[in-house]
C-alpha cells in the first residue's frame, strides 16, 4: 500500500510565502514523475508543477517565477515552495506522483488561503 502524506498547507497572507511537502512510502516502484495540483472552490483541479525523476521542472504560467518545485529522490519527497502568493493561490493543493509503470498516486490534500 502506497501513501503520500503532505504538509506546510495554511493561511497566509498576500504576498507571503509557504513551503509543501509530500514524502511517498509504501510498497511504490521507483518514481518517475512528481507533482502538485490545486483545485479552487468551483474549479477543476489543475496542474500546478511537476518535476521530473532527473530534476526538469514544469510549471503552469500562472506560477511562473513565484513558485519552485524541487524533489529528494533518496527520500521519494516532492516540495513546493510558493512565493509572492495571492488571493488567486487560494485552493487545496494534491500531490500526485507516478512511479516507472505509470501507476498514479494522490495524497489527502492540503489547503492554502491567501487572505488578508
Known amino acids: 500500500q502506497v501513501q503520500l502524506v503532505e504538509s506546510g498547507g495554511g493561511l497566509v497572507q498576500p504576498g507571503g510565502s509557504l513551503r509543501l511537502s509530500c514524502a511517498a512510502s509504501?510498497?511504490?516502484?521507483?518514481?518517475?514523475?512528481m507533482g502538485w495540483y490545486r483545485q479552487a472552490p468551483g474549479k477543476q483541479r489543475e496542474l500546478v508543477a511537476t518535476?521530473?525523476?532527473?530534476?526538469?521542472?514544469n510549471y503552469t504560467d500562472s506560477v511562473k517565477g513565484r513558485f519552485t518545485i524541487s524533489r529528494d529522490n533518496a527520500n521519494n519527497t516532492v516540495y513546493l515552495q510558493m512565493n509572492s502568493l495571492n488571493p488567486e493561490d487560494t485552493a487545496v493543493y494534491y500531490c500526485?506522483?507516478?512511479?516507472?509503470?505509470?501507476?498514479?498516486?494522490w495524497g489527502q490534500g492540503t489547503q492554502v488561503t491567501v487572505s488578508s
Open positions: 518535476i521530473t525523476r532527473g530534476g526538469n521542472p
Open positions: 509504501g510498497s511504490i516502484f521507483p518514481i518517475n514523475v
Open positions: 500526485n506522483v507516478a512511479d516507472i509503470t505509470r501507476r498514479t498516486y
